[in-house]
């Protein structure tokens, strides 16, 4: 037997473990010897329980998103931006068969019946793999790397996503207990901004973190995880956030957390921070953060509730936007936004704060709101910026 026993068992549907590695070189021990079955051993584990040719990358402590696309090419994010590398990853077939395997070691089916896939890799790393002919040419595949520390609000600081001077504010956010949404396009460091400041919760607090698929690392001692569950091959055993986010409100938690509302938990959400749980927290995906309201109400819709229902809950359940902006290669935290009322029946984020890498910081018409909101009306904004 040789690396095809293994490729076999994973069509099989068994995914490849260290056991079953080990009997498949040991099975050439007449023909290799001991020393050889040692060293075909280690060459399968990296082929058949790693990334392959990937695997450095993903093992890069600057990286954050590994990007097949096909056979034409690997692209890596080392935070400043997408760039192609030279990784040879093969042809279609062997694009194919990594992305397979992949699949299966996160516990997952890839196939021509179920042609996507999104799950966990051992060691944190989300993985998002699709097939043809959802896509052209071979197998597509996105990898998002966790950090290996979880950052702190200094560590932000030193790396330039926000002013000194903001992190006061960010932290008597966390300890006034106010409700807060993070906000921003893919890739702009939502999760890290949130990790960071969910670190700040007083630690006798319990957190109850609920995620479509783990990428959140919360540098906190007391941190329960829950996480839905996509259906089987054969359409059964699906656990969606929904009901995820139900289950968290039963489990007593201090601060709920959802780690991303996308579709309908939004209505399990909002009416969570309206009925006691204050100091819980999300993130969402915004342009702007102008955009959060329509984004929200455009979720609301998935759940059956109307826009001005929608804006009357978000009203009274979220207080604060944190957006985030990426712009040349540099992810920083653009703006922190009150919500407040419109003419009208609007709602509207009012900007208090805002910063940008090339202009500095600047104090917006919410500043007194957001004062308020973290016990310090009448207080100067940060670095008595007008």
Known sequence: MSDEAVWAQVEAGLAPTAARVAAVAAS????????????????????????????????????????????DGVWVDRGGGVERVACEVGGAPEVRQLAVRLAGLAGRRLDDSTPYVDGLLPGGVRLHAVLPPLVAGAAHLSLRVPRRTSP??????????????????????????????????????????MAALLAEVEPAARIVLVEDVRELSVDHPHVVRLQARPAN?????????????RQALRMRPDRLVVGEVRGAEVREMLAALNTGHDGGCSTVHANTSADVIPRFEALGVLAGLPPPAVRTQLASAVQVVAHLRRSGGRRHLAEIGVLASSPGDGLEVQPALAFAPTTGAAQGPGWTRLASLLGRPGAAPPGGSS
């Open 233 to 245: 091959v054969e359409g059964r055993g699906e656990v969606d956030l929904v009901t995820m986010t």
């Open 28 to 71: 050439k021990r007449l023909h290799l010897g001991q020393a050889g079955v040692a060293r075909h051993a280690a060459e399968l584990s990296a082929a058949v329980l790693g990334a392959g040719p990937l695997e450095p990358w993903l093992h890069h402590p600057d990286v954050t998103d590994v990007l097949v696309n096909g056979i």
């Open 152 to 193: 702190r609000l200094d560590d932000l600081v030193r790396w330039g996503c926000f002013p000194a001077d903001w992190a006061p504010v960010l932290r008597d956010l966390v300890s006034a207990r106010v409700s807060f949404v993070v906000s921003g396009g893919t890739g702009t460091g939502k999760t890290t901004l």
